[in-house]
Structures are given as C-alpha cells and as structure tokens.
C-alpha cells in the first residue's frame, strides 16, 4: 500500500514537471490568474501571453484588457497599452480607472488634448472627493500643458 502512494506522489511530481501548468489552464480566468501571477513576479511577457489567452477566450471583459496594457505599459508598449485601454473603455464607458491610465499614457506621448479630453470624461464618473480633486488638478495641469504647447507653435509658425 505505501509503495502505491509513493507511486502516485512520485507520478504526480513527475507530471508537474513534465506537463506544463498552462496545460491545465481551461478558462479564461484561470489564464487571467496566471497572468495575474507573472505580473506579480514582473515577468511581463509571461504575463502578456495569459492575457492574449484570457482575451482570446473572453473578448468582452474589459478587466482583460486593463491588466494587459498595464504589461505592456512596463515593457514600453506605450501604443499597445493605449489600444487596449481603449478597446476596454469600449466594452465599458463608465471605467473611469481606466480613462485615467489613458489619459496618463497620453501625457506622456505629450499628446496633452487628447489627455485633457479624456480627463474631462472621466471626471463626472468620481464619486470619491479624492479621486474627484486629483483629476480636477490632472485636469488643470492638462490644460496648462496643452497651451503652452499651442503657444509655442504659434511662434515657430510666425517666425
């Protein structure tokens, strides 16, 4: 009897190795999960991988979509993470975390109107009086930076 549960132990172990745990995998929340962990880990291709699979196997989740642009956005995918925090805004509106990281993503290509534009989307959507102050001052600096940046064009232009 104990030669057949070391047997099946010994199996068992053997098949972990052998069989990768991807195989196991059969939904689009257990690929999610995985690419939950390999984010956690900072194994952001890893992680990009489980979230194509998730995606692949549920397109409509817009939860899907924020995890994977938050990967790309660590490996300096800037226009992937763009695309699938738009596509998630798509699948639902009103996702205001996700207009923000948007937005945010926008500053940094220094594309301050498209920034402020969606700013400006997000802000009646916060409830919470923190969340609402921060965007209005993301709101101002925007605004500020999408002028000055009007601004000097307007001089290289009459030069």
Same mark, same amino acid.
């Given at each position: 009897?104990?030669?057949? !549960?070391? *047997?099946c132990?010994l199996i %068992?172990? %053997?098949?972990?190795i052998? &069989?990768p *745990?991807t195989? @196991?995998?059969?939904n689009?929340? +257990?690929?999610?999960?995985?690419? $939950?962990v390999?984010?956690?880990?900072r194994? @952001?291709?890893?992680?990009?991988?489980f979230?194509? #699979?998730s995606?692949d196997?549920d397109p409509?989740?817009?939860?899907? $979509?924020?995890?994977?642009?938050s990967?790309?956005?660590m490996t300096?995918?800037?226009?992937?993470? &763009?695309? +699938?925090?738009?596509?998630?805004l798509k699948?639902?509106? +009103?996702?205001? %975390?996700?207009?923000?990281?948007?937005?945010?993503?926008y500053? !940094?290509?220094?594309?301050?109107?498209?920034?402020?534009?969606?700013?400006?989307?997000?802000l009646? %959507?916060?409830r +919470?009086? #923190?969340?609402?102050s921060i965007?209005?001052?993301? &709101?101002s600096?925007?605004? #500020? #930076?999408? !002028?000055n940046?009007?601004?000097?064009?307007?001089r290289?232009?009459?030069?």
């Amino acid at each position: 009897m104990r030669l057949r !549960t070391y *047997h099946c132990i010994l199996i %068992l172990c %053997l098949a972990s190795i052998v &069989i990768p *745990h991807t195989c @196991w995998s059969s939904n689009a929340e +257990d690929y999610f999960r995985e690419g $939950y962990v390999a984010s956690m880990k900072r194994e @952001w291709n890893l992680a990009i991988d489980f979230y194509n #699979k998730s995606i692949d196997l549920d397109p409509d989740n817009p939860g899907f $979509y924020i995890q994977r642009a938050s990967a790309y956005q660590m490996t300096d995918r800037i226009d992937d993470a &763009i695309s +699938d925090y738009e596509t998630a805004l798509k699948l639902r509106p +009103d996702y205001y %975390l996700a207009m923000e990281y948007l937005a945010s993503l926008y500053e !940094t290509k220094n594309e301050h109107s498209k920034a402020l534009e969606v700013y400006n989307r997000a802000l009646p %959507l916060v409830r +919470d009086s #923190k969340w609402r102050s921060i965007i209005q001052w993301k &709101i101002s600096e925007a605004r #500020k #930076k999408s !002028t000055n940046i009007r601004a000097d064009k307007g001089r290289q232009k009459n030069r």
